[in-house]
């Protein structure tokens, strides 16, 4: 699904979803209104029982709104068949969950090239596909591991490995660091964050605010509607598919110069400790960093390595005037 940064691929219309009647009716959404950009990153928050889950599984088709219309990429849902919306769900929405929802009895390779069974992939071409996306979330090494093997974090993460195996364009994520600690949600928001620099449109539920500074926009949910509504990025600066703004960066020999894969303007180029940043409206010439212990740590021993020098220096002139004196007196 091409898309770019302006177009509206959900939009959501006095959407209303209502549980139980009479005394017991309750409403988890109530004339909810929402239009949401090609690689926008959208975190939702807001008190439990407030409809952040509905819409969710109302927005990634696992749900039907009671009354309202749900357009995407402009066409109305109600009109599109079962089959269809089963096929959109398996190749463009990957779903992500704070409880994981792996297969226990698969290992993780299987676990991760699991949707694509339903895009009738050969299991050699599946296996191939997995085993590529766990390399890079650094889970080649385990993906014959079950999941009960793997720690939290391993786990989400091969859940998202799972969700993008089918290059989704739009993302859905309920409480993906609900169940981990302070550096696996680190870890898993920074692998989000590389996703959405992709072009991936990101709807994210979660109770930390913390993660707000992942977003472009925040929306803040109460009772079914929409509280507040802040975005933090323009629409015009947007990522979208096909943008080459993303530097993958890797480990360089000192020994030669070595090009940086870039976008068309810009290229990095390594050498010894010396970085080149090459671009057609900026260029300049920066030393990397070192740490401030390192250069200390050099510091000290350049110090220890001088004054040892010296003596030795002072002690073999010592010794060569003894030798001269005494060779006089004989």
């Known amino acids: 699904m091409s898309k770019t940064s302006n177009e509206t691929i959900i939009e959501l219309k006095a959407v209303t979803k209502r549980y139980g009647f009479g005394d017991a009716e309750s409403f988890a959404l109530h004339n909810f209104d929402l239009e949401v950009k090609c690689g926008e990153f959208i975190i939702i928050m807001g008190p439990s029982g407030c ?40 190749k463009e929405i990957g779903f992500i969950f704070q409880n994981f929802n792996l297969i226990p009895n698969l290992s993780v390779i299987e676990n991760v ?35 009960h093997q793997l720690s939290g974090g391993q786990q989400q993460r091969v859940a ?62 109460l009772d079914g509607e929409i509280d507040t509504d802040i975005k933090t990025v323009d629409d015009s600066e947007l990522p979208h ?25 810009t290229k990095a180029v390594f050498s010894g400790e010396r970085a080149t940043i090459e671009n057609e409206k900026l260029a300049k010439e920066e030393p990397i960093e070192e740490t401030e212990e390192k250069t200390k740590q050099d510091k000290k021993s350049k110090k220890k390595f001088n004054l040892a020098e010296k003596k030795i220096k002072k002690k073999a002139e010592k010794d060569k005037q003894k030798s001269n004196t005494e060779n006089k007196e004989l």
């Open 51 to 90: 409809g952040k889950t509905t819409l969710l599984n109302i927005i990634g088709l696992l749900d039907k709104p009671t009354s309202g219309e749900y357009l995407l990429n402009g066409k109305k849902v109600d009109r599109i068949s079962s089959r269809k919306k089963a096929r959109f769900r398996a």
């Open 241 to 265: 598919p096909g943008d080459p703004e993303k530097i993958s960066v890797r480990i360089l020999s000192k020994k030669q110069p070595v090009e940086l894969g870039a976008d068309s303007n």
């Open 160 to 221: 998202i490995a799972r969700s993008l195996i089918s290059d989704p364009s739009i993302i859905l994520a309920d409480e993906p660091t609900g169940n981990l600690d302070s550096r696996s949600s680190h870890i898993i928001m920074e692998e989000l964050r590389d996703i959405h620099a992709q072009g991936n449109t990101i709807i994210m539920v979660t109770h930390n605010p913390s993660l707000t500074t992942y977003a472009t926009r925040v929306i803040n949910m």
């Open 113 to 147: 090239s699991l949707p694509l069974i339903y895009s009738g992939h050969h299991k050699i071409r599946r296996l191939k596909k997995a085993d590529d996306i766990l390399e890079h979330f650094h889970l080649r090494e385990r993906e014959y591991y079950m999941p």
